[in-house]
């Protein structure tokens, strides 16, 4: 999975369900969630998503010039200091980011690139791209908590931009980067700040903030079945909000040590105007 930004719901249907409401994302399982989200960036992908379409030529040959134009969060590019010098021979992770957009992009500048994604077709995009560019990275489809196909120390660096909103337990995210990373390698991430989820969706797409759910969120269990039932019929890629403790808390715990970090937001919501509603961070593993 590539970056993604949270989505707005169908008009009317996310309703917090009071607590202790059973039917709040009964029989909705860690793998239910994992393979309908897997489907439905397959569906993003045919239908285009901004973060399913590959990168142009023009990008690419300025990335084997050196000017590499990367983004963890929407916007703001990671930082030129955030990034080996030089990139040629690293071996980099990208970690559900496919999409056909950051992994070639790092290997036309010379790095050796593996990408990770659930989802087959994003990982299409990237091999689209390498085909098209005549560049050399490997593609393996799987889940990014789960990077049991490597081994320990197999990699210099690990990009992973947004994308651990689509996981409900977002530490074992953290733990698999840490292990796969060599010592003193570096973790660079990108997330969503958890009070993005406070705010009612359809209020927010009016330029109102209404807070109507807590920290931290998850869809199967803040919204009701017909709710629930709808975005999955829609083909939407089911969210969590996780909290700082566990994004930031999480890579601590996991023996990394957080050297940088920056904010970044989109520019069409209300809360845009008030605070940055992205992260990236980046951590290096003791």
């Known amino acids: 999975m590539a970056s993604a930004r949270p989505r707005t719901r169908p008009a009317g249907a996310a309703t917090r369900p009071a607590v202790g409401d059973p039917a709040a994302g009964s029989g909705v399982s860690e793998q239910d969630v994992f393979r309908h989200n897997q489907r439905a960036w397959d569906h993003q992908v045919r239908v285009g998503n901004r973060w399913t379409q590959p990168v142009d030529p023009e990008a690419v040959a300025r990335a084997r010039e050196g000017e590499l134009s990367l983004l963890l969060t929407p916007n703001r590019p990671v930082p030129s200091e955030w990034l080996p010098s030089p990139l040629r021979g690293t071996r980099i ?47 393996v489809q799987a889940d990014m908590a789960d990077l049991s196909a490597f081994e320990t120390a197999s990699f210099d660096l690990v990009f992973h931009p947004v994308s651990n909103l689509f996981v409900a337990d977002v530490r074992p995210v953290w733990r698999e980067a840490a292990r796969v990373l060599r010592r003193g390698g570096e973790l660079l991430a990108g997330f969503v700040n958890p009070l993005y989820f406070l705010f009612d969706d359809d209020a927010l797409g009016r330029g109102e903030l209404v807070v109507r759910y807590r920290i931290p969120y998850a869809d199967p269990e803040q919204l009701d079945s017909a709710s629930l039932d709808a975005l999955m019929a829609q083909n939407e890629p089911l969210c969590f909000g996780h909290s700082l403790t566990d994004q930031i808390g999480g890579q601590l715990d996991a023996g990394l040590a957080m050297i940088g970090l920056y904010e970044d937001r989109w520019e069409d919501k209300a809360i845009d105007d008030l605070i940055a509603t992205f992260v990236a961070t980046r951590s290096r593993k003791l």
């Open 93 to 139: 992770l990208c970690l559900a980011g496919g999409g056909g957009q950051q992994g070639p992009l790092l290997a036309a500048a010379g790095a050796v690139v593996t990408v990770v994604d659930a989802s087959e077709g994003q990982l299409g995009q990237d091999r689209k791209v390498a085909e098209r560019e005549g560049l050399t990275l490997t593609t």
